[in-house]
């Protein structure tokens, strides 16, 4: 299983960043979208290499040798899955007209610009819930792939046999454990993830105000952040218990990112920028 420290999230940004002034350099265009990659991206996936290495090592002793390749597989698993993540958020804004103007992959994960803000709380909710509809489904195939080829492990057969099934029920349950990661850490209700704008939207259709909404979607958020601040002092107190320590530093990176990200969304975009 992954520590909770090392899942990412992806979000929608409504203000576009300047990718040079964030270390990103453009990587590659798909369908007219370019990708921008920052160092803070690799850095990541760098620090998380030995962890899926470790992982590997211990889960697939005896059915790998050596865990470099499969790792390094992973991660370009976990990357393809927060682009895939941001395509389901473009291709429901693109319905509604809204184009986007880049998708960067940063230390927070992925994160889409679009053209706009939604034009209606219906649109907001429903360009939002796509991204972690899609890690959803996805959740369910790699379940049903990791259950099919537990049954096959069982099973029995052939040394090739044994060893393909296994290796597909360690792979199922890794991607099945990113995509569940990424859907829940994406619905928490705080800003700039996806659940602190379904959030927003909710008030929205509630108040028929959009500003009002955002005022009390960043309310929450902040004190979401406070809680959670309160919890990484509180586990960082059991100091002797490792999976508490890992709990605390989650809680304060949660913390740090959020209340970042809530002061850029409260102070507005930059002159020029669409809001």
Not at 66 to 77: C, E, H, K, M, V
Not at 108 to 125: C, D, K, Y
Not at 188 to 211: H, I, M, N, Q, V
Request: include cysteine.
């Amino acid at each position: 299983m992954i520590p909770p420290l090392l899942l990412e999230s992806s979000s929608l940004s409504l203000a576009r960043p300047n990718p040079a002034s964030a270390g990103h350099r453009r990587f590659v265009r798909i369908a007219g979208v370019p990708l921008y990659l920052g160092i803070d991206f690799l850095l990541f996936l760098l620090l998380l290499f030995p962890v899926f290495q470790q992982t590997y090592r211990e889960k697939l002793r005896f059915l790998v040798s050596d865990p470099t390749l499969l790792s390094l597989a992973s991660l370009l698993l976990l990357a393809l899955l927060l682009v895939l993540h941001e395509w389901a958020h473009i291709l429901t804004a693109r319905h509604y007209g809204n184009q986007a103007t880049a998708i960067h992959l940063n230390y927070f994960g992925a994160v889409a610009s679009l053209e706009r803000e939604a034009a209606s709380p219906q649109e907001e909710f429903l360009v939002t819930f796509a991204g972690p509809l899609l890690n959803i489904i996805l959740a369910l195939v790699c379940t049903f792939v990791h259950s099919w080829a537990g049954a096959m492990l069982r099973g029995g057969g052939s040394l090739l046999q044994v060893q393909g099934s296994g290796l597909l029920y360690e792979v199922s349950s890794l991607g099945g454990t990113i995509n569940w990661g990424l859907t829940i850490f994406n619905l928490l209700p705080f800003f700039p993830l996806d659940g602190g704008r379904l959030l927003r939207s909710a008030f929205w259709a509630l108040t028929g105000k959009k500003r009002i909404a955002t005022h009390l979607a960043f309310g929450f958020t902040a004190l979401g952040v406070l809680l959670f601040g309160f919890f990484a002092v509180h586990a960082y107190g059991r100091g002797h218990d490792s999976a508490g320590n890992r709990w605390a530093a989650f809680a304060v990176l949660l913390a740090v990112i959020v209340g970042g990200h809530l002061r850029r969304e409260w102070r507005g975009p930059a002159e020029g920028q669409p809001r």
